[in-house]
T-cell receptor, first 115, second 116 residues
Framework: GAVVSQHPSRVICKSGTSVKIECRSL??????MFWYRQFPKQSLMLMAT?????????EQGVEKDKFLINHASLTLSTLTVTSAHPEDSSFYIC???????????FGPGTRLLVL | AQSVTQLGSHVSVSEGALVLLRCNYS??????LFWYVQYPNQGLQLLLK??????LVKGINGFEAEFKKSETSFHLTKPSAHMSDAAEYFC??????????????FGTGTSLTVIP
């Protein structure tokens, strides 16, 4: 299966700053990647679908201007949390769909803490 | 629309006892179903998947799940719990839609505690 990495693994930032999280598909070209957010003791909630060469598709209730997604290449998608606030503190996970719609391959996640 | 329900947000079993984690699904298409495990501060690891082949699916670490269409269930079991099984478990269903890249819908998760 695909190997997916995320960088950084954890980040602490001050309120009001912007944070960029990278998701890389190391051995698989991905025209689509997914971004999830997971609050403590809760499930993964899909935030957006990142599309290479076009705009991301955001789920209802997710602010496009706050969570900027750029699918720069077939192996890289970035999520930028702009003007981060403490309520944005969460675990952010990306995933890459496998071939044949049979699975998704998940990155290890990025822990964001906004002070 | 696709959704999954996991009954029991917390399950505790004794080491060596049977593990049973429940998952019921709702799907407008024949479902693809998945079980993932998540250890603290880590991503998700695929345990097993059902994609319309054999209804009894065997996964890693001794886990298996049975797809029961009549009950719309996909419960996860393991005959004998090990301390290392303590983790969060998520059931998921996919929409199998190539136009959306195959979106997954996750249950709320079940935290498994193994008592020595």
């Amino acid at each position: 299966g695909a190997v997916v990495s995320q960088h950084p693994s954890r980040v602490i930032c001050k309120s009001g700053t912007s944070v960029k999280i990278e998701c890389r598909s190391l051995d698989f070209q991905a025209t689509t990647m997914f971004w999830y957010r997971q609050f403590p003791k809760q499930s993964l909630m899909l935030m957006a679908t990142s599309n290479e060469g076009s705009k991301a598709t955001y789920e209802q209730g997710v602010e496009k201007d706050k969570f900027l997604i750029n699918h720069a290449s077939l192996t890289l998608s970035t999520l930028t949390v702009t003007s981060a606030h403490p309520e944005d503190s969460s675990f952010y996970i990306c995933s890459v769909p496998g071939e044949g719609l049979e699975t998704q391959y998940f990155g290890p996640g990025t822990r964001l803490l906004v002070l | 629309a696709q959704s999954v329900t996991q009954l029991g947000s917390h399950v505790s079993v004794s080491e060596g006892a049977l593990v049973l984690l429940r998952c019921n699904y709702s799907s407008s298409v024949p479902p693809y179903l998945f079980w993932y495990v998540q250890y603290p501060n880590q991503g998700l690891q695929l345990l097993l998947k059902y994609t319309s082949a054999a209804t009894l699916v065997k996964g890693i670490n001794g886990f298996e799940a049975e797809f029961k269409k009549s009950e719309t269930s996909f419960h996860l079991t393991k005959p004998s719990a090990h301390m290392s099984d303590a983790a969060e478990y998520f059931c998921a269903v996919s929409d199998q839609n190539p136009n959306t890249g195959n979106q997954f819908y996750f249950g709320t998760g079940t935290s498994l505690t193994v008592i020595p």
